[in-house]
């Protein structure tokens, strides 16, 4: 704060109203004053992206009391383990394949185990095309639909 002029002033070039500043980042000018190594230890800590199963990144969103990250439930499916960063669990928010939310949790192994059952039940009805296996920890992931059934001429 002594300093506040000298590192956050140049990355305040267009931030003159209430709206720029809700929408101001300052990640970027505290990271401007990490040496490489602080930044790559703050990375390990507390990364940016959750890396999924399928190779995507989802952002995390650090704003609440725990880490959060949002994804269809199928892109979990083979997870057995619930992911954490820096030794906490992430808070992870399930989709629909339509991207309505379906379950919030801590515990990943918890809610396969339990409601996942009722989940699946209401699912497969609604979404027959997408995968809905018995058991979501040795399915492997996907974003992918079933192929519609082929029609005989």
Same mark, same amino acid.
């Given at each position: 704060?002594?300093?506040?002029?000298?590192?956050?002033? $140049?990355? @305040?070039?267009?931030?003159?109203?209430? +709206?720029?500043? /809700? *929408?101001? %980042?300052? #990640? $970027?000018? @505290?990271?401007?004053?990490?040496?490489? +190594?602080?930044? /790559? *230890?703050? %990375?390990? #800590?507390?990364?940016?992206?959750?890396?999924?199963?399928?190779?995507?990144?989802?952002?995390? %969103?650090?704003?609440?009391?725990?880490?959060?990250?949002?994804?269809?439930?199928?892109?979990?499916?083979?997870?057995?383990?619930?992911?954490?960063?820096?030794?906490?669990?992430?808070?992870?928010?399930?989709?629909?394949?339509?991207?309505?939310?379906?379950?919030?949790?801590?515990?990943?192994?918890?809610?396969?185990?339990?409601?996942?059952?009722?989940?699946?039940?209401?699912?497969?009805?609604?979404?027959?095309?997408?995968?809905?296996?018995?058991?979501?920890?040795?399915?492997?992931?996907?974003?992918?639909?079933?192929?519609?059934?082929?029609?005989?001429?």
């Amino acid at each position: 704060m002594d300093c506040l002029e000298d590192w956050l002033l $140049p990355h @305040l070039g267009g931030t003159r109203s209430a +709206d720029d500043w /809700r *929408r101001f %980042d300052i #990640a $970027p000018a @505290l990271r401007a004053r990490l040496d490489w +190594d602080r930044m /790559r *230890r703050l %990375d390990a #800590a507390a990364p940016a992206h959750f890396t999924t199963p399928l190779g995507r990144r989802i952002p995390i %969103d650090y704003g609440g009391e725990h880490p959060a990250i949002t994804l269809r439930l199928q892109e979990m499916f083979g997870q057995s383990r619930h992911p954490t960063v820096g030794g906490m669990p992430l808070r992870v928010t399930l989709l629909s394949p339509a991207g309505r939310p379906l379950q919030t949790t801590l515990d990943l192994p918890g809610f396969w185990a339990g409601a996942y059952t009722e989940v699946r039940k209401e699912m497969r009805g609604r979404y027959p095309r997408h995968s809905w296996p018995e058991d979501p920890t040795a399915a492997d992931p996907t974003l992918r639909a079933k192929a519609a059934p082929r029609q005989l001429n």
